[in-house]
Structures are given as structure tokens and as C-alpha cells.
């Protein structure tokens, strides 16, 4: 990516311009506040929720985000520019990660890039000119054994050839958020149960064959 001067003397929001973050999304942001121990730490839920319901986190939201968390925006911005995931800037409706990590590369992934890139007209980090697809790479999407992976609106797809490239692209099913991250961080009552766990080993047992 080639250097960018920016002018910083210049605003780069209106301040004045009605808010983007509705009543329900900065209560939404504080319903995680009892979570942490600082608000500052319910950061990442909050651009999360934020990036679900507005599609990315404009420089406005994120001025927004700090008022609720009582942060400065600078830290806001920081955080959201270190992961690749949250976008501050529009975004296709449906996004494509191609992985690009080591595991991936080795069964093929560049040629799935390239399927990729071919299928929509469009290059990395580029958004189709209906607004339909975006297109970027990311570092492993935790299927290293099943490589090469691509990650279609958090929808995982195991072992794709370049020939299948324009099948999964075309699944009006892509459509959908699978599932929505925002809903990872809905309160223990919206959650569903989660299952009884068998115990292994208990900390006797293992004293007692230390002590064997
Ligand atoms: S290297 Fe691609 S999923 Fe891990």
C-alpha cells in the first residue's frame, strides 16, 4: 500500500451531524460494562455490535463509542486499526477472507485468491461496484487442516478449489451473517444452555498419583 499524507487539520466527521449510534446500541455497549473491570475493556464487544448494526465503525461512531466507554476516540481508532476485521470505511454486504497463512498457501491458496479476484473483478480490499461483494485476506482462519479456507460473512469454507470459487460465491446464502458477531455477546439469557461437561480428573486424583 502506497503512503498516504493525510491532512489533519481538516475534521474528518461532522460533529454536528445527528448521532449514529441509536439509544439501543449504547445500551447494548454498557449492558457489558458489569463484564470487565474497566469500561475501557468493553472496547472490542462494543465495535463489534457497532460494525453488526451499522455495517463498518465511521470516524463518527467511533467518537461516539469513546463518549459511552469515557475514553479518548485516539484509543478507539488505535484499536480499531490494529485488527483487520472491523472496517472503517463501507463494505460490501457480503465479505470474502481469503486466508493467506502458511498452511493454506501450501494446498493452493493464491490460485483461490486469484478465483476470487477473477470472479468479482475486483482486487484485495476492493468492493464490487454494486456494493454486494468486498474482498480481503486474512492471516489464519483456524482450519490450517483443512486449507485452503475462505471465510464468507463468518461462514467457513473447508478445502476450496479455484473451480469452486464461482459456485460458493454465487449461494445466495452468503447473504447471511452465520452467525452474527454481535450475538456472541448477548447475556447469559439469550445464550443457550451450555452442556453439562464430565469431569476428567479431579485435583485428588492427581495428588493421589503423585503420591503413588
Ligand atoms: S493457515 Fe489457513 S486456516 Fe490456518
Redesign the pocket.
Known amino acids: 500500500m502506497a503512503w498516504q499524507a493525510l491532512d489533519r487539520t481538516k475534521p474528518v466527521f461532522d460533529k454536528d451531524a445527528p448521532p449514529v449510534l441509536s439509544e439501543a446500541l449504547r445500551a447494548k455497549i454498557r449492558s457489558f460494562f458489569p463484564r470487565y473491570e474497566t469500561q475501557r475493556a468493553a472496547l472490542l464487544p462494543a465495535l463489534h455490535v457497532v460494525q453488526d448494526a451499522l455495517g463498518h465503525v465511521s470516524h463518527k461512531a467511533m467518537a461516539e463509542i469513546a463518549e459511552v466507554l469515557e475514553i479518548p476516540p485516539s484509543a478507539v481508532l488505535d484499536t480499531l486499526s490494529f485488527y483487520t476485521h472491523y472496517w472503517d470505511h463501507e463494505r460490501g454486504s457480503k465479505v470474502v477472507v481469503a486466508?493467506?497463512?502458511?498452511?493454506?498457501?501450501l494446498v493452493g491458496?493464491e490460485k483461490v485468491l486469484d478465483a476470487c479476484k477473477a470472479e468479482l473483478g475486483i482486487d484485495e480490499h476492493g468492493t464490487t461496484e454494486d456494493g454486494k461483494y468486498s474482498l480481503v485476506t486474512e492471516?489464519?482462519?483456524?482450519?490450517?487442516d483443512?486449507?485452503?479456507?475462505l471465510l464468507i460473512n463468518e461462514k467457513l469454507h473447508k478445502c476450496v478449489t479455484p473451480e469452486e470459487v464461482a459456485r460458493i460465491l454465487k449461494d445466495p446464502k452468503n447473504a447471511e451473517i452465520d452467525p452474527p458477531r454481535s450475538n456472541l455477546f448477548d447475556g447469559p439469557a439469550a445464550a443457550a444452555p451450555a452442556p453439562a461437561i464430565e469431569a476428567v480428573g479431579k485435583t485428588s486424583d492427581i495428588q493421589e498419583m503423585r503420591e503413588s
Do not use: I, T
Open positions: 486466508c493467506r497463512s502458511l498452511s493454506c498457501q491458496a492471516e489464519c482462519l483456524a482450519a490450517c483443512h486449507g485452503p479456507c
